[in-house]
T-cell receptor, first 115, second 113 residues
Framework: GAVVSQHPSRVICKSGTSVKIECRSLDFQATTMFWYRQFPKQSLMLMAT?????????EQGVEKDKFLINHASLTLSTLTVTSAHPEDSSFYIC???????????FGNGTRLTVT | GEDVEQSLFLSVREGDSSVINCTYTDSSSTYLYWYKQEPGAGLQLLTY?????DMKQDQRLTVLLNKKDKHLSLRIADTQTGDSAIYFC?????????????FGKGTRLHILP
């Protein structure tokens, strides 16, 4: 089945630094990938839709200058949290689908802690 | 309402069946999904059902879909301790010409010995 790999699984950084999270589709090409954020004991909040070769589409309330998304190839999307603050600490999960209506497959998530 | 809704908690004795219910809102949803999330992990696709189906069974999992009532359920037969997790119901929904997946808040399944 479709596999999505996400790295790193856990990262701790200091306030003001930037952190990059990678999302790769391992055995399929994904023209679209999705980035979600999950707060403790809550559901997933869609942050943005990452489109290969074009700009990401951000959900309302998500700062595009803070959460930079780059979808450089059909198998890789990156999310960079710039100038991280403690309130950015969260669980970030990427997902991808290999065709229009197929199910989403998720990475294992990245737990970001900003100190 | 706008949300995908599901109860937050369910406790079941080991060996019994678990039934997790969900209501969704978009009658034009093409796919409905069940995902499982174990502590500290991402989401694992358990099963999904196309909107023109009423039922889908896969080993211990049975999904029932009632389109008229926009109600989806997941039945886990012979519940094991390894089934303890959060289960998310999700629907595909067209929003601004994009096909997006909208998740419920998740049902935490607790297995009693």
């Amino acid at each position: 089945g479709a596999v999505v790999s996400q790295h790193p699984s856990r990262v701790i950084c200091k306030s003001g630094t930037s952190v990059k999270i990678e999302c790769r589709s391992l055995d399929f090409q994904a023209t679209t990938m999705f980035w979600y954020r999950q707060f403790p004991k809550q559901s997933l909040m869609l942050m943005a839709t990452s489109n290969e070769g074009s700009k990401a589409t951000y959900e309302q309330g998500v700062e595009k200058d803070k959460f930079l998304i780059n979808h450089a190839s059909l198998t890789l999307s990156t999310l960079t949290v710039t100038s991280a603050h403690p309130e950015d600490s969260s669980f970030y999960i990427c997902s991808a689908r290999d065709s229009g209506n197929s199910p989403l497959h998720f990475g294992n998530g990245t737990r970001l802690t900003v100190t | 309402g706008e949300d995908v809704e599901q109860s937050l908690f369910l406790s079941v004795r080991e060996g019994d069946s678990s039934v997790i219910n969900c209501t969704y809102t978009d009658s034009s949803s093409t796919y409905l999904y069940w995902y499982k999330q174990e502590p500290g992990a991402g989401l694992q696709l358990l099963t999904y059902i196309f909107s023109n189906m009423d039922m889908k069974q896969d080993q211990r999992l049975t999904v029932l879909l009632n389109k008229k009532d926009k109600h989806l359920s997941l039945r886990i037969a012979d519940t094991q301790t390894g089934d303890s997790a959060i289960y998310f119901c999700a629907e595909s929904r067209m929003m601004n010409r994009d096909d997006k997946i909208i998740f419920g808040k998740g049902t935490r399944l607790h297995i009693l010995p």
